[in-house]
């Protein structure tokens, strides 16, 4: 279905309040205390990687792949720009979950000498995007990575991750019995990971209109917008992995649809449907509809568009190194928090005995 020109638009927003996140369980998977390093990946089946690795290959092998890469274009941009913001250039860097490249396009040469792109989607990669810097296709499941320990100085992974069945194993240092090398163990010493995924009210309207739809038309709902780790648990996660120096932070980013069946449209071919295990397979004619009179309903625009929110979450840390600076001992202060609103005076006094 063609979309009328101007409807689609990308802009920040505040947080906006919305419906509670389908993210129980992933908060126990992402909290970390069910699941030893080292366990068996099987024991964690929130995803169908299987299906999902099916979802972003049919998605690359559509004609107009471009068409829906919007969002994948924006958040690597800004995952480009953090890399930037680091006064540092980069030999070897790695992109887990690349797509067909939305971060390598907007890096250059000179900040990142070279660059392996992994995905579990081939088509992806024999579509990737062109790039001045010369890169390496791996086909590789985020989960098992093929490389060695201490091989990159920059790890980027963007709207990645919030598919991967065990996140803190995927993050952490261990050498299991798979022999999966994860983020932290592949990075050098002082290596940087920056990484950005999906937050827990992403798409908040489209559950509540389904969940509403679907409990007036059959007595009762089922998550249809896979769960997702809440913003608390990502600092635990990345000091729970062996990174330091960690910076969190969360953004938004809305999207006008002609409506609910567009947005729909959009997610397949983004290859972001849902994969969840405990999905409902099919949802009814009739509670489609509704739910698509609830979303309009609810949400409008003045224009007669309805907006999609995107919570999107960014992390950075890094791997421990000598060279880093570290915080004081406790105890070695020299001002108290209760001299601090004396400051401006204690400076002031400070100059004139100059």
Known sequence: MLRPAGLWRLLRRPRAPGVPAENLCRREVASGVSVPCGTSPRALNIFDRDLKRKQKNWAARQPEPMKFDYLREEVGSRIADRVYDIARDFSLGLDLGCGRGYIAQHLNKETVGKFFQTDIAEN???NSLKTEIPTVSVLADEEFLPFQENTFD???SSLSLHWVNDLPRALEQCFSDYKSAQIHYVLKPDGVFIGAMFGGDTL????????LAETEREGGFSPHVSPFTAINDLGHLLGRAGFNTLTVDTDEIQVNYPGMFELMEDLQGMGESNCSWNRKALLHRDTMLAAAAVYREMYRNEDGSVPATYQ??????WKYHDSQARPAERGSATVSFGELGKINSLMSQGKKSQ
């Open 154 to 156: 920059l790890v980027v």
């Open 124 to 126: 992806a990669l024999k």
């Open 312 to 317: 999107i979450y960014y992390m950075i840390g």
């Open 204 to 211: 908040y309207e489209l559950r509540c209109s389904l969940q």
